[in-house]
């Protein structure tokens, strides 16, 4: 059985962007690929167990010619694989998408397309630009800017400066003096608004305005470089008033995220969304102990304890994986009372369907146990190295507990050559730390002899901090235990 093409609309770079029918396509995908223009966030979302071919062409370099990359496809397909062919921007807005698929149809092979977002439009949308506006044109035309080597730039110049609508050209960044010579040449009035938004939708965006006349010069003192959309049009002039996504408050900070894998998803997201430039890099992943003997025998007499304390959602996912191995659901918990560390962890409880009888006030091992209302003692699941504050404060009270290691924590970045690289090209503003093993971890992969005076450590909490000074890294605290603090944190220290 042969299998199936489906040619992917990455969207131009912002993984917000691309559509949900094209996430399905990706994670379904046993072969994925991709081109150049496909940005690293997009990127990580690619199934880890897919094959990965990188086609990806540089101007002027061709690593990959296009006929071999048609070949590849069919090949893949003919060898029953379910191949995604992803694609910057939409696939067939002068993305040689059309051409891909012609060698499929010949072989009767089954393909599918999911359109992706232009950069034609996204790209001046994230630049304040919006391609059309009722006051000023009534068409859009898109044109490439692409000159054949040693050839003129085939464009009807007149025929665009007649239309009187929005001008967008794309792959024009070498041939931008040509571009403007050419529509001034064709009448078109020197002061016309004009921009180029390079790299749009992403973290480094920028969006250079001036004059028609002006433009190839504010561009090349700009060191504008591809990949970048020219905008000719009266709807420049509306960019000063609807640039939004320069204004967002973290535009231009670049912070490494170092959470355990499961568990980057959210506060990355929010970051981008606040205009961060995100690198995901868990430093640390949480190993269930296998066989727990303390685990068994502590469960096995859950009856006799008045509180099940969680410290982390690693403890609550080792609780859940005990009772599923078991054949046992919810209902065994009976009338046990809980307790979480913090709402992080009460949020996982609840996705269960619990709710924690207690959480301190402050989200911390220490508070956690001093505030836990006395009565019957206590069983504590939680990692292997988890803060004696907690068991101190219990034993302080005279409460008797159970500490039982479910988990352990490891220092494991594949990536770690990648993330030292990172943090010595002076790239990094901020990281963030939310466990004193994030910490541990980050320190561990890109090396303790590193120079991390430059960058900003965002900590959780006191001990995460501690444990950041130690190795020198300048921080900053969250006000509570939480995400939504953490997050507030690094807007106000920005
Ligand atoms: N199919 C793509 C376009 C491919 S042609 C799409 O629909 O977006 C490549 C050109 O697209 C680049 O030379 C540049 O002009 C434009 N481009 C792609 N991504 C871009 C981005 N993030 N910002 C600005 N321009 C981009």
Request: with cysteine.
């Amino acid at each position: 059985m042969p299998g199936k093409v489906t040619l992917v609309g990455a969207g131009p770079g912002d993984p917000g962007l691309l559509t949900r029918k094209g996430l399905e396509a990706l994670q379904g995908a046993e072969v994925v690929v991709y081109d150049r223009l496909v940005s690293p966030a997009i990127l990580a979302l690619m199934p880890e167990h897919a094959e990965h071919i990188n086609v990806g062409k540089q101007a002027a370099r061709h690593p990959v010619p296009q006929e071999q990359i048609n070949q590849i496809l069919l090949d893949k397909a003919l060898e029953g694989k379910n191949v995604v062919r992803l694609k910057g921007g939409d696939p067939f807005l002068f993305g040689r998408g059309g051409e891909e698929l012609e060698l499929l149809a010949q072989h009767g092979v089954a393909f599918e397309e999911v359109p992706g977002i232009t950069s034609a439009i996204a790209a001046p949308a994230y630049g304040g630009i919006p391609v059309t506006h009722r006051d000023c044109c009534s068409s859009l035309h898109i044109v490439t800017g692409h000159q054949r080597a040693g050839k003129e730039l085939d464009i009807d110049f007149d025929a665009l400066v007649r239309t009187r609508g929005t001008l967008v050209f794309l792959m024009g960044v070498s041939a931008l003096p040509q571009i403007c010579a050419g529509l001034l040449a064709a009448g078109m009035d020197p002061a016309t608004p004009a921009a180029v938004v390079e790299r749009g939708t992403t973290p480094a965006q920028r969006r250079i305005s001036a004059a028609l006349a002006a433009l190839p010069e504010t561009a090349a003192q700009a060191g504008v470089e591809s990949p970048a959309v020219i905008v000719v049009g009266g709807v420049c002039a509306l960019a000063e008033q609807f640039d939004w996504f320069d204004r967002l408050p973290l535009k231009g900070q670049s912070v490494v995220v170092t959470r355990p894998k499961e568990r980057a998803g959210t506060l990355s997201d929010r970051l981008r969304s606040l205009g961060a430039q995100v690198w995901e890099y868990p430093c640390i992943a949480t190993v269930p102990l296998d066989p727990c003997p303390a685990l068994d025998g502590a469960m096995e007499r859950l009856g006799e304890y008045t509180w099940l304390v969680l410290t982390s959602p690693a403890g609550v996912d080792a609780l859940w994986r005990w009772l599923a191995d078991h054949g046992k659901d919810a209902r065994y918990l009976g009338t046990v009372k809980l307790a979480a560390i913090g709402p992080g962890t009460d949020r996982e409880l609840q996705k269960h369907g619990l709710k924690a009888d207690y959480v301190p006030q402050v989200y911390d091992a220490a508070h956690l146990g001093a505030g836990l209302p006395a009565g019957g003692p206590v069983l504590i699941l939680r990692a292997q190295e988890g803060s004696p504050a907690l068991t101190a404060a219990l034993a302080e009270r005279n409460i008797g507990y159970d500490d039982v290691a479910t988990y352990r924590t490891v220092y494991d970045n594949p990536r770690s050559g990648e993330l030292r690289a990172l943090v010595e090209g002076e790239g990094v503003t901020l990281v963030t730390f939310t466990s004193a093993s994030t910490v541990k971890g980050f320190v561990s992969s890109v090396g303790e002899d590193a120079d991390f005076s430059r960058m900003t450590g965002l900590c959780i909490g006191e001990q995460t901090a501690a444990e950041a000074r130690k190795h020198g890294i300048p921080v900053k605290i969250a006000k509570a235990a939480t995400m939504d603090a953490l997050i507030d944190r690094i807007i106000e220290g920005v």
